[in-house]
């Protein structure tokens, strides 16, 4: 949390919890970026203080409420704060992962945007059954390539395709990023248990660095047209 803001109103059994962060994701994306040889841009703030896979225009941005728990911090935003926190922490994310995309297209490289998240096992009473979601809007065939080498995986993981979340006028990172610049992509979520600790972080990120190439395999082994 930034300093002047304290913990928003919170006690830190919230602040430890998925409304304030998503569980596992800095360190499955360190273990990627090191064994894939990829950078990792990671947002180092609470999503509480803004959520950066939110258009900053939306209230939900800056959530007053979220999974039934009042963020006081958060109450009656007015417009000169809402503007602190997106030039804090909002615009100088989204400027590094520009940067980089900016890099790779100047090089030459051709370019996937992979776009890490974490979910809650339970949401509203529900148990949710998949140990990973593959989000999409519209056509991707880096998606629909990751989404069939998961679910052919030994152990048959439950995959959500569009689930737990569907991607649509919410998401902000990939519309923005990848589909704005013509960029094939995917929106990989990984339930929190899943990665709670180092021994979990390790054993996902065992997976998909055998999956994160295979898929990217199977759309250069696709015939011209396809």
Same mark, same amino acid.
């Given at each position: 949390m930034p300093s002047r803001l304290g913990g928003l109103g919170l006690a830190e059994p919230d602040l430890s919890r998925h409304?304030? *962060?998503?569980?596992?994701?800095?360190?499955?994306?360190?273990?990627?970026?090191?064994?894939?040889?990829?950078?990792?841009?990671?947002?180092?703030?609470?999503?509480?203080?803004?959520?950066?896979?939110?258009?900053p225009a939306r209230a939900?941005?800056?959530?007053?409420?979220?999974?039934?728990?009042?963020?006081?911090?958060?109450?009656?935003?007015?417009?000169?704060?809402?503007?602190?926190?997106?030039?804090?922490v909002f615009t100088p994310y989204h400027?590094?992962?520009?940067?980089?995309?900016?890099?790779?297209?100047?090089?030459?490289?051709?370019?996937?945007?992979?776009?890490?998240?974490?979910?809650?096992?339970?949401?509203?009473?529900?148990?949710?059954? *998949?140990?990973?979601?593959?989000?999409?809007?519209?056509?991707?065939?880096?998606?629909?390539?990751?989404?069939a080498r998961l679910r052919a995986e030994a152990d048959a993981p439950e995959v959500g395709d569009n689930e737990p979340y569907r991607m649509d006028e919410v998401d902000f990172t990939v519309p923005h990023h990848?589909?704005?610049?013509?960029?094939?992509?995917?929106?990989?979520?990984?339930?929190q248990d899943l990665i709670a600790d180092a021994a979990g972080e390790a054993a996902i990120a065992e997976r998909l660095v055998r999956i994160l190439p295979a898929a990217l395999g199977d759309l250069t082994a696709l015939p011209r047209g396809s």
């Open positions: 409304i304030a *962060w998503d569980i596992g994701v800095a360190g499955l994306g360190r273990r990627l970026a090191e064994r894939l040889d990829a950078p990792f841009i990671a947002q180092r703030f609470s999503r509480l203080v803004i959520d950066c896979n939110r258009d939900d941005s800056m959530p007053a409420v979220s999974d039934g728990t009042a963020i006081p911090g958060n109450a009656d935003l007015d417009p000169a704060e809402r503007a602190a926190r997106i030039a804090q400027a590094r992962i520009t940067a980089e995309l900016d890099a790779r297209a100047a090089r030459g490289l051709p370019t996937v945007v992979v776009a890490l998240h974490s979910f809650t096992p339970a949401m509203a009473g529900f148990a949710r059954p *998949w140990r990973f979601g593959i989000l999409h809007l519209g056509e991707s065939a880096f998606s629909d390539a990751m989404l990848a589909i704005g610049r013509g960029l094939d992509y995917v929106e990989l979520e990984v339930r």
